[in-house]
């Protein structure tokens, strides 16, 4: 808490440069900061949180929105970046692409069940290995906090992250080229071109982006670097629309990651020696994944009607050390491939012609069907050299743990409306079925048979009904007064290993209540957004290390749990020059009374990778002399401290980070800047787990947040 209060009496005596979250509505992007218009009014953010486009200062639930000028001006790479302008939002990733889960206000899982769910154009990523990706081509990321099954359904139990992308110009040409280049070899390239090719009818996009650094991390042994990483991405878009009101946008993307090994080791060694690991055996951890989405759309004059369909296909192969030492005894080869597979159609009123109930009543309505599958394999070979599973073993032995399939199909149909009184009081609500079914055929065993192997071969079927209600009060046009309650709703399912018996998993749900105010304050300069919260679960889902199995986790219910909290967010433009921000947020979740994790008794412990506040600050300033123009910016993120486990047996202190960058842009086409990140070399470990100690003394693996880097990007837009 002294460190919060530095911050922010540090704030208050002097901005530092720092990044705006807040510049939508404004003509597309170039790739760096633009001067702020004439008037000193903040722009409208319109989000799509409640699936029908709306200002984010009338949606009854707290969003963030991070638009394309912080995405392209603040240098974000990929979605997790974006967290930071999020209160109460915290990522628990590996440093490899593939390895990322989102929590909201405590609310969090395993990424094979996540608990907050990626929305990329409207097509949920149901497993978060493809969740976090790198931002090409995107426009707005919506950090919606709460329950939304009511109208997104399964998995959604503590919010939704829509990911939404640039849609191609109709008008004319525009593009941009950039390349950042840095410390650690850090290189990329990025490119954006898009415009019409049929009049003002239709039009076609086309980005690309690459980028590569060297690790952070040397292995003693070899005198390499271990976490090297790489990528590359890219993305078309064509967009139809025609005079009967009809529009089309087809999407389709790629992403090729070849990344190094993770960069575990032992807690407490890289706590006194970050970013020094030593292994006999250097692994990779490899990521493609390919999507096509279609979206059609017809916005008639008493409805509209939305249809979204999503394929997504992805593969993952990672090899790695798991004994974690230079010894040669334990390495695991893991792949996973997956196929989805979604369509949802949905009907709503026209946004200017809701359903008149009387002179002084009006109903905004909507409705759809969601129809899902998945087909999920994983192949896990974990390598045993001789005389380490038994010193009377002579032998190299694998345990192929697991080899699963596992099919997943669902259904859902929701329907939500909102009466409007005088337009100044809005009553809504919602319900939403969903059922799902899935099977499993999950298989372990060794070779040679040395000891005994198991088969389950089942299915189960899960279901689900998630209402929400809302009351909305606006005592004048800049302001609003909400409260909502609702249920959200995760799936139980099946664990590829886990220990016996624990193969099945249940279903999780939980009751969000909400309060909040939003208001637009002098003369559209200023809005501000607060919200207090509580959440009750049950049978809450925990991602537990597998002791059995090393470097493999599964999930079980252990019991019910309490989150309450609160949000605070600014965003000023205080002069012309000059925007400012800030997100503050504050949880406090425990176990409840009676919960029980592998055998432990749990209750009254802290919620897992559960900060107990968040809070960034910065400001990004423009000054325009003559044909140049001047640009700084930069934000402050402090988390407070958190625990690793459920148990609670270890934990990171609380931590701040500092990122800045500036620069001039020449005739408003080219720019150039310099930037660093993590400017004071903040050391802390985001992520940390429970391990064997005889690979890990501590008991725990955990890997070390970035260090300080600093480099420099140029551009050229159009």
């Known amino acids: 808490m002294r460190q919060l209060v530095c911050i922010l009496g540090t704030l208050c005596v002097c901005l530092c440069p720092a990044a705006v979250v807040a ?12 001067a702020p218009p004439a008037t000193f009014t903040l722009p409208v953010i319109t989000v799509v949180a409640q699936k029908e486009p709306a200002p984010l200062e009338k949606i009854p639930a707290s969003v963030t929105a991070v638009v394309e000028d912080t995405i392209l001006g603040d240098g974000l790479i990929a979605v997790s970046d974006a967290s930071i302008f999020a209160p109460n939002t915290f990522y628990s990733d590996l440093s490899a692409r593939k390895v990322s889960n989102a929590r909201f206000r405590g609310v969090g899982s395993s990424p094979a069940n996540p608990s907050v769910t990626t929305f990329i154009d409207g097509v949920p990523q149901l497993n978060a290995n493809t969740a976090n990706i790198d931002l090409l081509g995107v426009q707005q ?73 060297d690790g952070f991390t040397v292995n003693t042994v070899t005198g390499n670097t271990v976490d090297d990483r790489s990528s590359f991405a890219a993305k078309g878009q064509l967009f139809f629309k025609n005079a009967g009101g009809w529009q089309a946008h087809v999407i389709v993307s790629g992403e090729r990651d070849r990344d190094g090994d993770y960069a575990l080791a032992d807690l407490n060694a890289i706590r006194a020696n970050p970013f020094v690991v030593a292994r006999d055996f250097e692994g990779h951890t490899d990521r493609d994944v390919v999507s096509a989405t279609l979206l059609a759309r017809r916005e008639g004059e008493r409805f509209t009607l939305t249809s979204t369909t999503g394929l ?252 309450r909290g609160a949000e605070f967010e600014v965003r000023a433009r205080a002069l012309e020059q000059l925007d400012v921000f800030a997100a503050v947020g504050f949880t406090h979740g425990r176990f409840k009374e009676g919960s029980v994790s592998t055998g432990i008794d749990v209750s009254d412990n802290l919620l897992p990778s559960t900060p107990g506040h968040t809070a960034t600050f910065g400001a990004v300033f423009t000054q325009p002399l003559g044909s140049l123009s001047f640009f700084a910016r930069g934000e402050v993120a402090n988390y407070g401290a958190f625990k690793y486990d459920d148990l609670n047996r270890a934990g990171q ?20 800047e310099a930037w660093i990140r993590n400017a004071f070399d903040t050391r802390y470990v985001p992520v940390a787990f429970p391990y064997d100690p005889g690979s890990a003394p501590s008991g725990f693996l955990g890997e070390p947040g970035k260090p300080r880097t600093f480099g420099a990007r140029v551009g050229v837009t159009w």
């Open 141 to 213: 990321i919506e950090f919606v906090r709460g329950a939304q099954s009511a109208l997104f359904g399964r998995n959604t139990l503590g919010g939704v992250v829509n990911v939404v992308s640039v849609q191609p110009s109709l008008s004319r040409w525009t593009g941009r080229v950039t390349a950042p280049f840095g410390s650690d070899s850090d290189f990329g390239l990025q490119a954006a071109a898009s415009g019409p090719i049929s009049g003002d009818r239709v039009g076609a996009g086309v980005a690309i982006g690459y980028g590569r650094r």
């Open 653 to 672: 202190d609380a931590y701040s980070l500092t990122n800045l960058r500036g620069g001039v842009r020449f005739s408003n086409r080219t720019f150039v």
């Open 23 to 34: 510049q939508s509505g404004a003509p597309a992007s170039t790739g760096s900061p633009q």
């Open 312 to 563: 997504v296909d992805w593969g993952t192969f990672d090899e790695t050390d798991l004994d974690y030492t230079q010894f040669p005894a334990v390495t695991r080869a893991n792949r996973e491939d997956a196929t989805q597979f979604t369509q949802e159609v949905r009907v709503a009123s026209a946004a200017k012609a809701p359903v008149r109930l009387s002179d002084a009543a009006a109903l905004s309505w909507q409705g759809g069907v969601f129809f899902f599958t998945q087909k999920y394999t994983q192949s896990a070979v974990n390598n045993f050299a001789p005389f380490v599973l038994s010193p009377q073993l002579p032998l190299a032995v694998t345990n192929h743990s697991p080899d699963a399939d596992l099919d997943d199909a669902g259904i859902g149909m929701f329907g939500h409306g909102t009466v409007t009184f005088n337009d100044r009081f809005d009553v809504s609500a919602g319900v939403r079925f969903d059922y799902e079914n899935k099977s499993a055929d999950l298989q372990t065993f060794f070779v040679p048979a040395v000891g005994p192997g198991s088969v389950v071969d089942t299915d189960r079927s899960f279901s689900a009904v998630s209402p929400q209600f809302s009351v909305v009060f606006r005592p004048a046009d800049a302001h609003t007064i909400y409260g909502s309650v609702g249920r959200g709703f995760k799936a139980g399912g099946f664990n590829p290993t886990s220990p016996a018996g624990s193969e099945a998993y249940g279903e999780e749900g939980a009751w969000h209540v909400e309060g909040g105010v939003k208001s637009v304050l002098a003369g559209g300069r200023v809005t501000v957004n607060g919200a207090v919260f509580s959440i009750d679960w049950t049978d809450l889902q925990v991602n537990l290390p597998n002791l059995s199995v090393p470097g493999q986790f599964y999930i079980a219910n252990v019991g019910d749990a309490a989150s």
